[in-house]
C-alpha cells in the first residue's frame, strides 16, 4: 500500500482537474502579488525610533535573545541603519519607511512580495541611546487572509554590542549628538537582551548625557499588521 502525504495528494489532485479540463493543454502557474501595510506608532516620550525597515522572509531570524547580534543588527542597534539587515541572504522583499517616527508619531509603510512568504519582521534603533532597538522578529503570515489585521505591542532591547555609557559621544540621537556605529564592541555582556532602561544624568549617572526625558518604559511601540492584497 502506497501511503500519500498531503502533499502528494493535492498534486494528485490537482493533475487530474487539469486532465479532465478539455480546453487545458497545459497546467499555468500564476503568481499572486501579497502586500501587507504596516502601521508603526512610536510610544515612547523622548526617544526617536530611526525608520523602520519591514523584511519579508521565509527561514531565519533578525536577533535572538541571549545570543550575540549579528554585524548587520549592530549596525541598525548603534545608528539606526538598517542596510545590512535589508540585503542580508534570508531577505525576500523590503520596505522601509522615508523618515524616523518621533515620539507620538505614527508612519505606515507598504510591503509586497510575488507569492506567499512567511514571515514578516522588523528592527528600529532608539535613537536617543547607545544600542537599544526595538522590533517585530519573525511574526507568522502564512495565515493572513485579505483585509485580516493584527495589533502587537513592542519592546525594547539591548543589542549588547556598545556599553550603555549614555555620554555624549557615543549617543547619536539628538539629545547627545555622538558618535553612532562602533565596530569595537565594549558592552560586557555582548548578547542580546531585554533592554533595563535609561539611566540618566537626573538619575545620578555622571557620564549620562540623557535626562528623565528620554527614559522609556515597555512598551515603546504599537505596530498593526494588516494585509491588503
Same mark, same amino acid.
Given at each position: 500500500m502506497i501511503k500519500l502525504t498531503k502533499v502528494a495528494l493535492a498534486t494528485t489532485a490537482a493533475l487530474i482537474l487539469v486532465a479532465c479540463d478539455d480546453n487545458? !493543454? %497545459?497546467a499555468t502557474v500564476t503568481t499572486t502579488p501579497v502586500t501587507y501595510q504596516v502601521t508603526l506608532s512610536n510610544l515612547t516620550n523622548g526617544q526617536p525610533i530611526s525608520p523602520p525597515a519591514l523584511i519579508l522572509h521565509n527561514s531565519g531570524e533578525l536577533w535572538r535573545v541571549g545570543e550575540t547580534a549579528s554585524d548587520a543588527l549592530e549596525l541598525l542597534a548603534e545608528s539606526g541603519d538598517s542596510s545590512q539587515l535589508q540585503s542580508s541572504s534570508i531577505v525576500t522583499s523590503s520596505a522601509q519607511s522615508t +523618515? #524616523? $517616527?518621533l515620539p507620538g508619531e505614527t508612519t505606515t509603510v507598504? $510591503? %509586497?512580495y510575488t507569492n506567499t512568504v512567511s514571515y514578516l519582521s522588523f528592527a528600529s534603533m532608539l535613537g536617543n541611546s547607545n544600542d537599544a532597538f526595538t522590533g517585530l522578529n519573525k511574526i507568522a503570515l502564512e495565515s493572513f487572509a485579505v483585509n485580516d489585521s493584527v495589533t502587537y505591542r513592542t519592546l525594547a532591547y539591548d543589542a549588547g554590542t556598545e556599553a550603555n555609557s549614555e555620554s555624549a559621544e557615543t549617543v547619536p540621537g539628538p539629545a547627545a549628538g555622538g558618535e553612532a556605529y !562602533? #565596530? &569595537?564592541? &565594549? &558592552?560586557r555582556n555582548n548578547f542580546v537582551a531585554?533592554?533595563?532602561g535609561i539611566i540618566s544624568g537626573d538619575d +545620578?549617572? %555622571?557620564t549620562s548625557a540623557l535626562t528623565y526625558q528620554q527614559k522609556?518604559?515597555?512598551p515603546v511601540m504599537s505596530v498593526t499588521i494588516t494585509r491588503i492584497k
Open positions: 487545458t !493543454n %497545459s +523618515g #524616523p $517616527v507598504t $510591503v %509586497s !562602533n #565596530p &569595537d564592541r &565594549d &558592552d531585554m533592554h533595563a +545620578g549617572l %555622571s522609556f518604559d515597555n
